[in-house]
């Protein structure tokens, strides 16, 4: 057995009278890509935000590198995220927000930035204010966002929204390169293409719960 990165335990979420998640028992090796698939409302988002600390479980818990996520760390560390659209401060540019984000880790400065910049196709754009993007620039520069620190885990709620074929192709490529450079994946998809194309692991949600759990490679 590979180790476990991310491990799901018995997790349930319960909002009022509705529950979204339960039953959930998902490890994550490391340096595996995971799908998780399922029809609008099945749970995915909030899976993702129990996984990052964003959304407290009703029961159960999230371990991330063997600590308790809302116990032992707020939130979890060494990830990149998108979660839904990326937020931006549309009055700077896209280069400004990225360097204040990175400022607070501090672990990569000015030079790393613009590259990751360049690997998304910003580059010529980094100077223009964020309102002035489009939904797709939007989209790449959340995907640097995620990448621009080179995290072990990189946890991706449907990261392609908004971006044209080539941008899907590229961004799918960028995912891959850190697949392959042994960050652990988890990623969100309702295109059949980027699962197939990404993941050696693909878990469908139904009504909160896991109906299929599938590994290909
Ligand atoms: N803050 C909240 N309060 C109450 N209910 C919520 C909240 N967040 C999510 N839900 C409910 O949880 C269920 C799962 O939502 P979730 O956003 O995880 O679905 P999803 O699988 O990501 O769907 P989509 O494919 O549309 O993104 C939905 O019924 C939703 O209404
Ligand atoms: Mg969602």
Known sequence: ME?????????????????????????????????I?????????????????????????????????GKEV???????????????????????NLEMLAAL???IGREEIIATLETVGLREAMNKKVKNYSLGMRQRLGIAQAIMERPGILILDEPFNGLDKIGVVEMRGIIKDMNKNGTTIIISSHNNEDIKELCGRVIELDGGMIKNDTQYK
């Open 3 to 35: 180790n476990i990165v991310i491990d799901v335990c018995d997790l349930k979420k319960v909002y009022g009278e509705q529950t979204v998640l339960q039953d959930i028992d998902i490890g994550f090796e490391e340096g595996s890509c995971t799908g």
């Open 37 to 69: 698939v399922g029809n609008n409302g099945s749970g995915k988002t909030v899976l993702f935000k129990c996984i990052c600390g964003f959304v407290k479980p009703t029961e159960g818990y999230v371990k991330v590198n063997g600590k308790i996520i």
């Open 74 to 96: 707020d939130f979890i560390e060494d990830a990149g995220i998108i979660i839904e659209t990326p937020g931006f401060i549309n009055s700077l540019s896209g280069l400004k």
């Open 105 to 107: 880790n501090d672990k």
